[in-house]
C-alpha cells in the first residue's frame, strides 16, 4: 500500500523517491518484482497535485516464442486531490480526486497499480524480433521436409510485390 499522511506533506513543491515491491501494489502475477517511484509533490490550501514518474523491470513470456524476456516499463501519471470536487473522474493520464482533510491519508496504491498494468504490453513480443522498430518474420517449420509450392499462394505474393514496391 502506497499512502501518505496528508499532515506531513509539505506545503509548496517537494519530491519524494520511493522502491516499492509488487506485493504492495497486488501486482505479483505481472511479471513486476520492484518499483520506483519518483513522486512530485504540489500542496496548495485547496488542492493537492502528485505527479508520478514509475519506472520497473518486467520479466515477460514471448507469445510467438514462449521465451521469457526483460523490458523496462515507464509510465507518468498525475493525480488531483481537491476539495469540494463533486465528480471524480480520471482516465489514460491523470485523475481528479476528492480530497478530504479531516481523513488525513492519501491512498494512491490503485492509481500506481492501474498505470504500472497498463504499461505492459498487449503483445508480448521478444526483443529479437524487431530490427529497427520493425517487426520482423518469424518462420515455422513443421517436420524434416522441405515445404512444397502452393499455387494458391502466388496471387497473394504478388500482391505483397507490389506493395513493397509502392
Known amino acids: 500500500m502506497v499512502s501518505f499522511r496528508l499532515n506531513e506533506i509539505p506545503d509548496g513543491v517537494s519530491e519524494e523517491m520511493l522502491s516499492v515491491k509488487a506485493e504492495e501494489l497486488d501486482i505479483e502475477q505481472s511479471g513486476v518484482e520492484q518499483v520506483q517511484l519518483h513522486l512530485k509533490f504540489n500542496k496548495q490550501e485547496d488542492h493537492l497535485r502528485i505527479e508520478c514518474r514509475i519506472a520497473a523491470e518486467a520479466t515477460l513470456q514471448c507469445d510467438r516464442s ?40 492519501i491512498d494512491i496504491t490503485r492509481e500506481l497499480r492501474d498505470t504500472i498494468l497498463l504499461s505492459i504490453p498487449v503483445k508480448k513480443l521478444h526483443p529479437r524480433y524487431y530490427k529497427d522498430g520493425e517487426i520482423t518474420g518469424f518462420e515455422a517449420s513443421f517436420g524434416d521436409q522441405p515445404r512444397e509450392h502452393d499455387p494458391r499462394w502466388d496471387a497473394l505474393e504478388k500482391l505483397k510485390q507490389n506493395l513493397q514496391k509502392n
Open 66 to 105: 514462449l521465451d521469457t524476456f526483460t523490458t523496462e516499463l515507464n509510465s507518468d501519471y498525475e493525480m488531483v486531490f481537491q476539495r469540494n470536487v463533486k465528480d471524480e473522474r480520471e482516465d489514460v493520464s491523470g485523475s481528479l480526486r476528492r480530497m478530504d482533510p479531516a481523513q488525513n491519508v
